[in-house]
């Protein structure tokens, strides 16, 4: 008997159909019809990245028992998550001149082309998840919930308030509870929001749902912790973005909270508790535990 595969065979395989996903989105012509502003979006879009979003998606839709291909409906993560990275290294907000390896997207179109491709890709994510739901067969109004949930996650409740809140927490001490909850929002939410979707896809009981979003919640924040340990100890090289940018810019992390190993410690405790979560639902998976325990090993 074949031994089954691995939890980083699984991921592997489930990102190499999201980037197949939205390589058939930047080849469509929607996106080729925008010009400028297109070819930007394309740019930012297929950027070499971890797809962490869409494959925690892909395998929470996997371990709630779904079936069928939802590797375009995880794809519509990916467009809000490189979004938000546009709008992130523009020069009114971190002023970044490099991401996943190469020039920001506004280094290369200029600033405005940037500032409209990001703000184009938040719909052009909602026509994605919601083409791609009923693509799926999925009732009406689980698309429009999908749809509700990422865009929840994407707006002043989620990934947007969150990033206002850590531009004004510059400079400023904010204490762990205030800086968990520019967290949980500036990159949580986005996370969290990917595997509930993945769970709502597959139509996941109440009991199944909850462990799910325990976990995506858990993972959401552990994942912007290991940002923070990345950016005090990691290099421009390996980061593929510029290290050392949270002290420069005055930013408060849990590093400067309670150190590295403090920060690595709690990393560790909210993983534990997001796949005992798991584990109590009967959804614990390898391609879950494996993008759980890498969430703080990762390199970049």
């Known amino acids: 008997m074949a031994a089954e595969p691995s939890g980083a065979a699984i991921v592997a395989e489930y990102r190499r159909g999201v980037n197949v996903a939205l390589q058939s989105l930047c080849d469509g012509p929607e996106i080729a019809a925008l010009g400028a502003v297109g070819e930007a979006i394309r740019y930012s879009i297929l950027g070499e990245g971890k797809r962490w979003r869409p494959v925690l998606l892909m395998a929470s839709h996997d371990a709630a028992g ?10 519509a993560t990916e467009v809000v998550h490189a979004y938000s990275l546009v709008h ?53 109004p689980v698309c429009g919930a999908i749809v509700r949930e990422l865009m929840r996650a994407s707006g002043a409740g989620g990934m947007v308030g969150g990033q ?22 500036k990159t949580g939410a986005l996370i969290a929001a990917a595997v509930r979707i993945g769970a709502m896809a597959a139509g ?11 976990f995506g919640d858990a993972v959401g ?6 940002d923070d340990i990345l950016d005090a100890t990691g290099s ?19 590093v400067a909270h309670v150190g590295v190993d403090g920060a690595r410690a709690h990393g560790m405790r909210l993983i534990d508790h997001a796949c005992d979560a798991l584990q109590q639902a009967g959804v614990r998976t390898p391609a879950l535990e494996y993008l759980a325990r890498s969430t703080l090993t990762r390199a970049s």
């Open 66 to 75: 779904g079936d069928g291909d939802v590797s375009a409906l995880a794809a």
């Open 236 to 254: 421009t090289g390996q980061l593929g973005k510029t290290a050392g940018r949270d002290a420069e810019l005055g930013k408060s992390t849990y």
């Open 204 to 214: 996941a009981d109440e009991r199944r749902l909850s462990a799910l979003a325990r």
């Open 88 to 140: 992130d290294d523009l020069p009114c907000m971190d002023d970044d001149d490099i991401r996943r390896g190469r020039p920001t997207t506004h280094c290369v179109y200029g600033v405005a082309t940037a500032a409209v491709a990001g703000a184009a890709m938040v719909p052009l994510a909602a026509a994605v998840a919601a083409n791609a739901a009923r693509a799926l067969g999925l009732p009406w």
């Open 164 to 185: 206002l809140l850590d531009l004004r927490g510059e400079g400023q001490s904010p204490t762990l509870a205030e800086l968990e909850v520019i967290h949980r929002a």
């Open 221 to 226: 924040l552990a994942f912007q912790i290991a």
